[in-house]
């Protein structure tokens, strides 16, 4: 089995390295790495000349932005599972695609997810937020609930039938996906209760208060658009749903 992972940069230079050593040091072989570049200045180029040994496809091209980046990535990949790695994230321990390889070896399961940590940016042994996931139930994303997308393997299958990323939304289009895939449609999933991912703080939609109220909004009309009844109070419930997360994170440290 074929898994294809998309990383999507743009001047990254400082942290797309990380990212592609910890995709090379995965024990599962047939892995397809796709890097999407936005038309980096920053060196960003040399570093996957120098350190992407793996990659299989580096395309570089000026875009509108992460999401759109996403999607072609979707088009070039030929997996027959596809995940998303950000270019400042890495996996957590060299077993997590072969996890996913033997999750998805279950041909009734069309995507599976886990959980991740956010830590510092500098300091990245140092836990900020632990986002700890649960099995889907319907109703969870009405609450804001959604799975944590690094970690969101999909069957090529689906994103063929389903489609890609809405551009409408620019921060929240991955709860936009995911809403649709599984609480829409209803693909079939499973939960791996490992963490499998270490995102750094300061990405897009975390990077400031003012992005994390548009993010939220964006979700809220997401959930409006797909058919979901919310209401505003929507936006507080998944502001306040996250706080436990940074709670759990004071008894969590990682090599």
């Known amino acids: 089995m074929k898994i294809s992972i998309i990383t999507v940069c743009y001047n990254a230079v400082d942290t797309l390295g990380e990212t592609l050593d910890s995709v090379a040091a995965q024990n599962y072989s047939n892995i397809e790495h796709i890097i999407v570049d936005g038309g980096s200045v920053d060196g960003t180029e040399e570093v996957v000349n120098d350190k992407g040994w793996r990659v299989a496809v580096w395309h570089s091209e000026s875009d509108r932005g992460v999401y759109d980046g996403m999607n072609k990535g979707l088009l070039l990949a030929s997996g027959e599972v596809i995940g998303f790695l950000n270019a400042d994230d890495v996996y957590l321990h060299s077993d997590v695609l072969a996890r996913v390889a033997t999750t998805m070896a279950d041909p009734v399961i069309d995507a599976c997810y886990a959980n991740l940590v956010y830590v510092k940016r500098k300091q990245t042994s140092c836990v900020v937020r ?43 289009s991955d709860f936009d996906l995911a809403l649709r895939f599984i609480g829409i449609h209803e693909i079939r999933t499973r939960y791996i209760p ?33 058919g979901l009844n919310v209401t505003p109070w929507f936006i507080l419930n998944k502001v306040f749903s996250r706080l436990p997360q940074f709670v759990k994170a004071h008894r969590m440290k990682l090599d």
Request: charged share 20%; aromatic share 14%.
């Open 194 to 226: 490992e963490v499998w991912v270490r995102m750094r703080m300061g990405g897009m939609s975390n990077n400031s208060i003012r992005n994390v109220i548009r993010g939220n909004i964006e979700a809220y009309s997401s959930c409006r658009a797909n």
């Open 130 to 172: 632990r986002w700890t996931s649960q099995n889907y139930v319907p109703g969870l994303f009405e609450k804001g609930w959604m799975p944590a997308h690094p970690t969101f393997f999909v069957r090529k299958s689906v994103y063929e039938r389903l489609g890609g990323f809405n551009l409408r939304y620019r921060l929240q």
